[in-house]
């Protein structure tokens, strides 16, 4: 590249992977309840933290990943419609029932602006709680960062 030139911006392509994000195969069956958040409202110094039920619906014993993404509803800059942002793993017996607690401080909500530094953006906020990226029953919440 030589100086002075102006790069192109990358084209995004519609090209879908063969498996989402997280996306894994089990013995058994999970499912996700009951999602609820500690508060819906928080300061830009705040955590986001999510509780959800997981239950082995199955016929044997078997490990589920839960994952919190989060997405900005509206942002000054472009940005991915969702993050990983925590996730956690456990083993449940056939019918047990297990609430798992994930917590996000508000400052992994930042994204960079080169007027300011790392900037969390009060907004709207999506908190999404699935098994993997793509899971059609995924549970979803709002949450308001002032």
């Known amino acids: 590249m030589t100086s002075g030139t102006a790069t192109a911006k990358p084209e ?54 839960v994952q919190l993404y989060v997405g900005a509803r509206s942002s000054a800059v472009e940005r991915v419609p969702k993050e990983l942002k925590a996730f956690s793993k456990l083993e449940l017996a056939p019918g047990e029932t297990r609430s798992v607690h994930l917590a996000v401080p508000a400052s992994q909500l930042a994204h960079y602006d080169g007027a300011n530094g790392w900037t969390v953006e009060p907004g709207e906020y999506e908190v999404i709680v699935g098994r993997h990226s793509l899971d059609d029953q995924a549970l979803h919440a709002q949450l308001v960062i002032q």
């Open 12 to 65: 995004r392509d519609d090209a879908t992977p063969a498996f989402p994000f997280g996306f894994g195969l089990s013995y058994t069956t999970f499912e996700l309840a009951n999602m609820r958040l500690a508060q819906d409202t928080i300061g830009t110094d705040g955590a986001v933290v999510a509780t959800v039920d997981v239950t082995n619906t199955g016929d044997r014993a078997g490990a589920e990943v």
